[in-house]
């Protein structure tokens, strides 16, 4: 920290309880958004992973995008290098956060961190038994967009739950409401809904949030 | 007759308390981390925060990651109670506003 910009502070009481009031309301502002000022851009991240990401995969399958399709192999390449890219990015932003602050009880945060890691792995697994059980590509690309989004859902209405937010609460409910109808706009087009739906209130929560903390209302 | 604490009635300790306060029960942080959300200088910080200290609102310990000394404060129960009593008593004052 630059020395020279600091605040110059006394010794003074103050003169009123208004002046005490807003100086605790103003410091607690400034603490949430040097705190949280990182999760915006995690939330455009990810809005823009499932954006491109679910619109490259239409456009990799027959009958999807009807203005140019890319080869499977590239639109699958363009999604995982995307997600790897967004996963990258909030985990580097996420742990940057809590910089300098040693929690007393991080059983809460190791739950869901681990939990988080092996739900998305297990929701891989269950797809590698289904296809070895016969289901087809079709099928196969109903299920793993579900189940992630599902998942993904889930795993916001528990940090909600953790965190106490009720954005988290709303964009939880969302992704889980848009996994759940993606499939019945059956195969390819359940990309397009998971990319507009789910990547549009990642976009949403992203804008909504950063004002929030400009505004002081997070 | 409501009297506010004059330990805390201060605009630096104030800032710290508050920001403190932010973190949940038992937390720490470290003093840099403290310094840079209060745009505070260190001399500055480390006085108002040995007044703390005497009042036992807040506990320093010093500690090493790896070979680096860190230094960490946290808000004491009885610091925790203090700023909330402290709030308490402003919005009394204050008719009740929350």
Request: aromatic residues 8%; proline residues 4%; glycine residues 12%.
């Amino acid at each position: 920290m630059n020395n020279n910009s600091a605040v110059p502070v006394d010794d003074e009481p103050l003169t009123s309880p208004d002046d005490a009031l807003a100086l605790i309301k103003e410091q607690r502002r400034t603490v949430t958004k040097r705190q949280l000022g990182g999760i915006p851009w995690v939330f455009g991240v990810w809005g823009i992973a499932w954006g491109v990401g679910f619109l490259a995969l239409w456009s990799g399958y027959d009958g999807g995008n009807p203005w140019f399709q890319l080869p499977l192999a590239v639109a699958r390449a363009i999604f995982g290098a995307i997600f790897l890219a967004a996963s990258i990015v909030s985990v580097i932003v996420i742990s940057r956060l809590g910089r300098g602050v040693r929690v007393a009880s991080g059983f809460g945060g190791t739950v869901f961190g681990i939990s988080s890691s092996a739900s998305f792995v297990a929701v891989y697994l269950i797809g590698v038994a289904l296809a070895r059980a016969g289901a087809d590509g079709p099928l196969i690309s109903l299920y793993l967009p579900a189940g992630f989004g599902m998942t993904t859902g889930l795993l916001f209405l528990m940090g909600a739950a953790l965190w106490r937010s009720v954005g988290q609460v709303v964009l939880g409910a969302i992704i889980m409401v848009t996994a759940v109808v993606a499939p019945f706009f059956g195969a390819p087009t359940n990309n397009v809904v998971m990319a507009v739906l789910g990547g549009g209130s990642f976009l949403i929560a992203a804008v909504a949030m950063h004002l929030g903390l400009k505004r002081g209302r997070c | 007759m409501i009297e506010l604490d004059p330990v805390i009635h201060a605009a630096a300790r104030l800032r710290i308390s508050a920001t403190l306060a932010s973190l949940d029960d038992g937390d720490r942080i470290t003093f840099p981390r403290l310094q840079e959300l209060l745009d505070m200088t260190a001399g500055n910080l480390s006085t108002h925060l040995r007044k703390l200290e005497d009042a036992e609102y807040v506990s320093v310990h010093k500690a090493h990651q790896g070979r680096t000394p860190v230094t960490f404060v946290t808000l004491t129960r009885r610091g925790r109670r203090a700023f909330e009593d402290y709030t308490d008593a402003l919005r009394a004052l204050l008719g009740g506003e929350k």
